[in-house]
């Protein structure tokens, strides 16, 4: 039975809320789902809730409401086991979804983990937005496989964050765009025309520096870091992010390698403005396999001469017309950089316009325009049914295929 919407917010798709799950930390590194989630916040309600904080006591919500609309909201539970800390979030979920008076409603996903409290939710439309092949990172849950076939299962539109998780999922779904990485060019794009802007902390290490920023896990390559420090002691090496998931102490140590930790997105242009050469100093193993970074288009946009060791998707997008230079070892690193360092006005003009041709293709507003046309395409003539509680609406794809 369809019935009329009773939500706060109405029930046309461009303004019903929207109710995103996710593994990432908000408040953590500026990723895919901030750069999306803050454009959709403001024209609907937007709610992000993270992963659970394992701690003592009563299971509460931590709500902060942020700027435009969004709200992060952050699951505090005791650990018991994985089946009861999915029936308490569930529990938290339903009491938050009545006291926001959230009705018709778009679910997000960017973690399939979230349908063991979120699946009995009834959406105007299911996204999946899979931006890395989660099950080939470091602790990923058992379920995860399982999870993600239920996910493709029941969602109207799955977007994918590169071209190799697009071919890995477009035959498992009838609906599957492929959106990679996109860029604020305008953001990135300061850095071209800073000078002596050198962050206090950045400011006394000597050039030529090749710097790296991103979240360093298992995905990042310490012991090629540690061969061209090695190779070029005259080289500075400059990593700026946190550390996660790996031990810290096994990260390489030499007088040519600084460790700047996180900084903000805001100030990622004024580091970037201070190096020689950008680097992705990514190991090539199962959880770089399917991976697209962003920070790609990020350092090409600061007019960064950037090398990378050989991930799928950067040498297919990026490699052609040698926007990005491709390194398999240590020696070819060292080979690939001295050849950027040497690059001369002319050539590095050229280059230049090659890279801006290409970024000219790709904004997140643009990525953000077209999934909500999807959106709206999907939750098109869809009513939501106040009564539904636990019962998915009726989808169009089964709709369309009759069942
Ligand atoms: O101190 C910092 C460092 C970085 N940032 C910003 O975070 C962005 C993400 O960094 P990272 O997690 O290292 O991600 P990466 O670019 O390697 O790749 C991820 O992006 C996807 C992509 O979203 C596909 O959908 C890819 O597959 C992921 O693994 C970085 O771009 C910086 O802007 C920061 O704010 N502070």
């Known amino acids: 039975m369809q019935k009329a919407s009773t939500g706060p917010s109405g029930d046309r798709p461009s303004s019903s809320d929207l109710l995103c799950f996710s593994h990432l930390r908000w408040d953590f590194v500026t990723q895919r789902p901030q750069h999306l989630l803050s454009r959709f916040a403001r024209e609907r309600r937007v709610f992000y809730w993270e992963e659970p904080v394992y701690d003592t006591g009563e299971a509460w919500l931590d709500v902060s409401p942020r700027a435009d609309g969004l709200t992060v909201v952050i699951p505090h539970l005791p650990w018991r086991d994985p089946e009861a800390n999915d029936a308490a979030q569930r529990v938290l979920l339903d009491a938050f979804m009545d006291e926001q008076g959230i009705g018709a409603h778009v679910a997000w996903f960017y973690t399939p983990m979230a349908l063991g ?60 765009h ?37 979240v360093l896990d298992e995905r990042f ?70 991976i697209s970074p962003t920070k790609t288009p990020e350092y090409l946009a600061a007019g960064r001469p950037v090398v990378s060791s050989p991930i799928v998707d950067v040498e297919r997008t990026w490699a ?43 904004s997140w507003d643009q990525t953000y325009h077209e999934m909500r046309a999807l959106l709206d395409g999907a939750a098109e003539g869809r009513e939501w049914d106040a009564s539904a509680d636990g019962v998915e609406q009726e989808s169009g794809l089964a709709a369309a295929a009759g069942d």
């Not at 990679?180 to 400011?203: C, E, M, V, W, Y």
């Not at 031990?247 to 700047?260: C, G, T």
């Not at 360092?341 to 050229?350: P, T």
């Open 221 to 290: 390559d310490p012991e090629l870091v540690r061969d061209i420090a090695a190779a070029r002691p005259e080289w500075q090496l400059v990593l700026i992010g946190p550390v996660v998931k790996i031990d810290e102490d096994a990260l390489p140590k030499a007088e040519n390698i600084h460790y700047l930790g996180g900084k903000s997105y805001g100030e990622l242009p004024e580091y970037l403005a201070g190096w020689d050469v950008a680097a992705l100093f990514f190991a090539i193993n199962e959880s770089t396999r399917f």
């Open 320 to 362: 052609r017309d040698a926007m990005v230079r491709i390194a398999a070892d240590a020696d070819a690193w060292v080979r690939a950089i001295e050849s950027l360092l040497e690059m001369d006005g002319a050539e590095r003009e050229a280059w230049l316009e090659r890279v801006d041709r290409a970024l000219a293709r790709s």
């Open 117 to 176: 409290f979120a699946g009995h939710l009834s959406p105007l439309a299911t996204v999946y937005d899979c931006m890395d092949e989660l099950s080939a990172f470091l602790y990923a849950p058992p379920e995860l496989l399982e999870r993600e076939a239920e996910l493709l299962r029941r969602a109207d539109l799955v977007f994918t964050g590169g071209p190799s998780l697009y071919e890995a999922k477009h035959g498992r779904h009838p609906s599957v």
């Open 178 to 214: 492929l959106f990679p990485s996109s860029i604020d060019t305008a953001h990135f794009g300061r850095a071209r025309g800073l000078k002596d802007a050198d962050p206090a902390d950045q400011a006394g290490i000597a050039h030529p520096r090749i710097g790296f920023f991103g």
